[in-house]
């Protein structure tokens, strides 16, 4: 009696289990494109604006390619980049948000947030060009009201 109860107390557990996996594999079959790729590439764009804030090039530069490393160097960053969020301030931390995806040549695809700034009133466009392949950065562009007036 007891070896009895003790396999149907495993069965349930296997049934559970294997019922919370097709649970998760039901979401994850049912995630748009833009989804699956959010799953990678908002941890990223978080980091860099976060970064950005930080002035920590470093970690700005982690999910960075090669050649974007070599166009944006920590020289470059301080005196091109930085000056920027003089203007507009601080990004205010998981305000983002996921515009529109667009797929590239060379298996590139440019990803467009709005997102907050501290002492911009409008919304201030974020476009990362990312390779789908190695996931590294290889674009950063930032636009708002007050950057084009500057130029």
């Known amino acids: ?23 998760e594999n039901k979401e994850n079959s049912a995630k748009t494109p833009e989804q699956s790729i959010q799953d990678w590439t908002d941890p990223k764009v978080e980091n860099i604006l976060i970064s950005m804030n930080k002035e920590d090039y470093d970690s700005f530069s982690k999910d960075l390619s090669d050649n974007m490393k070599n166009q944006l160097n920590k020289e470059l960053f301080n005196e091109q980049l930085l000056p920027i969020f003089d203007l507009i301030g601080e990004y205010i931390k998981d305000t983002k948000k996921l515009l529109t995806t667009e797929a590239l040549e060379k298996d590139n695809m440019k990803l467009i947030y709005s997102a907050d700034y501290s002492n911009e009133s409008k919304e201030v466009i974020i476009t990362m060009v990312f390779n789908k392949n190695s996931k590294d950065v290889e674009g950063l562009f930032i636009s708002s009201e007050k950057i084009q007036k500057m130029k």
Do not use: E, R, Y
């Open 1 to 23: 009696m007891k070896n009895i109860i003790i396999v149907l107390i495993i069965l349930s557990f296997t049934f559970l289990i294997s019922c919370n996996n097709d649970n």
